[in-house]
């Protein structure tokens, strides 16, 4: 129903019904006019402190999530930022540098006052000076020096000033550390001898060099390079499901992803041993349909094809674990924890689990290791110029699915693939991924560094988790000479480019002084502004900022000519 009036226009009547449909609600509104001006929708306000003038202010900052189902906003800068870094890495025609920064006169002395202390410290164990009671307010003072240190810009952890009398009792003051793969530090070592049944590898010195050849006194050509691993049973072509499910082996391709960045590097590794230079890489590990990981790899420098294959058929890694053989619990009925033995003991028996050290005792018994995975047959090598079409598409293609997630990547559309990516989560949820790993307790193995709260067969790491299926949480690895910056140094070099077009045109934008102000996260019951006022005074902010950058942009570009300045008349 309708009232019609003399100007022709039609108003809603307001005893009219409205109509069922509802609208979107502010939050939702809000969200999509974010993401439409690339403001980040997950905020997170910290504390800072102006040490000049003691002015305390809550500044809002983006969360920084590289997936775009989290975040677009953050997610398209990261992604930004890795476009940046290959495209400047992969044809890089100089050997990169990485910018040392000298000590400063304030580190050297807090150092030298450091070093002080620990003579103190040394001198009142001793009996020589003082008493033990000062010894604690002297640790206080060194925990100081290394939080000063560390604000100061020094890299690496300090070392434990209890490590002065390890000397005292004889004992080494590491002998807790272990030696990767769950090896012990003990008497014992296994042998670095490659397996028999691999085909031996050349052994070059590596030169220290990053750059590959040179073809006919200006072709630089670098590599493009696809890795995949083993197969576990056949699968279909269409939708990557194995065509008989019972034969498919889950438990070998649970292992194998867990242990795929290992793999990987020690694939590196022995890459650089035979070509006999500091081989660099960008490289992007994303999951086939079928649910196994395989790695897209970025080569700098030109690498024969047959030494290529020759290498992956060579690489291998060994998992020297104790043997799971048989889960002893099914989850339901578990392993409880004695608080007067401070261990795992079995449900019904009482009695203790087998500790992690003495389950590593029993690996000497085998000749074999626990898990061996190696890649397969497929491997895709490809050379590549720089500058040219291709090396752009495939920039893109490394980068494609940098934001996405791997339960995006594989979307199970039909039945049987739900129920594959279901069986395969459920071994990756029996297998253990770390010598911590809390699956070890349903095999009744004490886990290292087991404690009361862990929860028998539910461990947090990512390997486990259903939108992960096992891949390894960093995505992207890259070696440290690729371009010899970090990602910070690539964004800096981004923020100085806009700065210096601002600047161009009139618009100063000095860089923030990073010593004038401390940043710390917010104290429990501090009030700050809600999250939708949050959300628009970013928007507003943001609208300023491209409209700088606008005017910016205009102003660099040359006067319209009069051919240009008829063409805008007509149009």
């Given amino acids: 129903m309708t009232d019609t009036v003399d100007d022709g226009q039609t108003h809603a009547n307001e005893d009219d019904e409205q109509p069922s449909r509802r609208g979107p609600s502010f939050d939702e509104v809000a969200v999509e006019t974010a993401k439409r001006f690339g403001v980040c929708i997950r905020p997170m306000v910290l504390e800072r402190t102006d040490t000049i003038t003691g002015a305390i202010s809550h500044i809002p900052v983006p969360c920084g999530n590289t997936m775009e189902g989290v975040c677009p906003a953050c997610a398209k800068k990261a992604k930004a930022l890795r476009l940046a870094q290959i495209r400047e890495g992969w044809h890089l025609d100089h050997e990169p540098e990485i910018p040392r920064a000298r000590p400063s006169f304030d580190q050297t002395g807090l150092m030298a006052y450091r070093a002080d ?70 008497g014992r070592a296994r042998s670095t001898r490659r397996r028999p049944d691999v ?33 576990y049973g056949r699968v279909d072509c269409d939708d990557g499901t194995p065509i008989d499910p019972d034969s498919y082996d889950y438990e070998r391709a649970a292992w194998d992803a867990i242990w795929f960045a290992r793999l990987f590097s020690r694939w590196i590794q022995n890459l650089r041993r035979v070509v006999g230079w500091n081989v660099q890489y960008f ?52 392993p409880l924890w004695d608080r007067e033995a401070k261990t795992f003991v079995d449900p019904d028996t009482r009695t203790p689990l087998q ?148 600047a161009a045109a009139g618009i100063d934008k000095p860089a923030p002084d990073p010593h004038r102000y401390t940043w710390s996260k917010l104290a429990p019951g501090t009030r700050i502004p809600s999250w939708a006022h949050l959300l628009m005074a970013a928007i507003a902010q943001r609208i300023a900022w491209r409209a700088e950058y606008d005017r910016a942009i205009l102003a660099a570009e040359p006067p319209p000519g009069p051919e240009r300045s008829t063409a805008i008349q007509h149009s």
């Fill in 117 to 186: 202390l620990i003579a103190e410290c040394e001198r009142v164990r001793a009996g020589e000076a003082g008493h033990l009671g000062e010894i604690p307010e002297l640790l206080a003072d060194i925990a100081w020096a290394d939080k000063q240190l560390t604000a100061l810009g020094m890299r690496g952890k300090t070392p434990a000033p209890e490590a002065v009398d390890a000397s005292d009792d004889g004992t080494d003051g590491d002998s807790d550390s272990d030696c990767g793969d769950g090896e012990q530090d003990s």
């Fill in 355 to 502: 500790s992690w050290d003495a389950a590593m005792e029993t690996t000497w018994d085998h000749e074999d290791p626990a898990h061996l995975v190696w890649f397969g047959i497929q491997v895709h090598s490809k050379g590549i110029l720089g500058g040219t079409e291709e090396a752009t598409r495939h920039i893109g293609y490394l980068c494609k699915y940098l934001t996405k997630s791997v339960s995006e990547v594989l979307e199970a559309k039909t039945p049987r693939q739900h129920a594959h990516y279901d069986r395969l989560h459920q071994a990756l949820c029996r297998t253990p991924c770390s010598e911590r790993c809390a699956v070890w307790l349903l095999y009744g193995i004490v886990p290292k560094g087991a404690k009361s709260r862990m929860q028998p067969g539910r461990c947090k790491a990512r390997a486990h988790r259903r939108e992960t299926l096992g891949l390894p949480g960093n995505r992207v690895l890259t070696s440290e000479l690729w371009t010899g910056k970090t990602l910070g140094d690539h964004q800096a070099d981004r923020m100085e480019f806009v700065r210096a077009t601002l």
């Fill in 283 to 334: 490289a992007s590990v994303e999951p086939q349909r079928r649910g196994a990981p395989h790695v897209h790899i970025a080569i700098r420098g030109d690498i024969p094809h047959r030494i290529i294959r020759q290498v992956t058929a060579a690489t291998y890694h060994q998992v020297w674990w104790p043997r799971p053989e048989r889960m002893l619990y099914d989850g339901v009925r578990v």
């Fill in 199 to 231: 085909p031996e590898l050349p052994r070059n010195p590596i030169q220290n060099r990053t750059i590959g050849r040179e073809y006919a006194g200006k072709f630089k050509p670098s590599m493009m390079i696809t890795l995949t691993l083993d197969s």
